[in-house]
């Protein structure tokens, strides 16, 4: 069974916090994806990455940053955390292309 | 440009009747759709899915459809029950990229 993890199911920061979401899978995966779901909205990519230390813009980059120095482990980060970041975030990953995505749990963050 | 459009935010059903999700798709090259299902505070799972070269495919009590020339796909849930309720999502991938495109989510409301 596949199985995403993610560091945190919730998290309370406060505005201009530099955040850190850490994701590990332990499937061996090629592709890792960072996605924010709103109501609404629906699911919106942030960033993915298809190999160590490669990484692409998603829909919505804009005030996020991603790290992946190991292929297990996939970190979103939020350089200065505003208040219309608040949402959930999940991470999902998948063998090679696009195929079934895996996701982990979640994690809501509130940004006062 | 929304390329998968699910234009029911919410639907509301009664148990043992039949569930019918829909999603249109505007991107033709698109060659492999997926239905995810989501409960609050948990990630996405899959449920199933359709290659372009299918119309139909079967798992228990889920059936996706798949209508290429009117670019259209339904899940239909027989009989729902109330552990279906949940926010549906339906996903595309074009062959060759490496992301899933995902529509807004219709929630379901199956009641007892």
């Known amino acids: 069974d596949v199985k995403v993890t993610q560091s945190s199911r919730y998290l309370v920061k406060r505005t201009g916090e530099k955040v850190f979401l850490e994701c590990v899978q332990d499937m061996d995966h090629e592709n890792m994806f960072w996605y924010r779901q709103d109501p609404g909205l629906g699911l919106r990519l942030i960033y993915f990455?298809?190999?160590?230390?490669?990484?692409e813009k998603g829909d919505i980059p804009e005030g996020y940053s991603v790290s992946r120095e190991k292929k297990e482990r996939f970190s979103l980060i939020l350089e200065s955390a505003s208040t219309n970041q608040t949402s959930m975030y999940l991470c999902?990953?998948?063998?090679?292309?696009?195929?079934?995505?895996?996701f982990g749990p979640g994690t809501r963050l509130t940004v006062l | 440009d929304q390329q998968v459009k699910q234009n029911s935010p919410s639907l509301s059903v009664q148990e043992g009747r039949i569930s019918i999700l829909n999603c249109d798709y505007t991107n033709s090259m698109f060659d492999y759709f997926l239905w995810y299902k989501k409960y609050p505070a948990e990630g996405p799972t899959f449920l199933i899915s359709i290659s372009s070269i299918k119309d139909k495919n079967e798992d228990g009590r889920f059936t996706v459809f798949l209508n290429k020339s009117a670019k259209h796909l339904s899940l239909h849930i027989v009989p729902s029950q109330p552990g279906d309720s949940a926010v549906y999502f339906c996903?595309?991938?074009?062959?060759?990229?490496?992301?899933?495109?995902f529509g807004k989510g219709t929630k379901l409301t199956v009641n007892p």
């Open positions: 999902a990953s998948t063998l090679q292309g696009a195929d079934t995505q895996y």
């Open positions: 990455s298809y190999d160590v230390k490669m990484k």
């Open positions: 996903a595309a991938f074009q062959g060759g990229s490496e992301k899933l495109v």
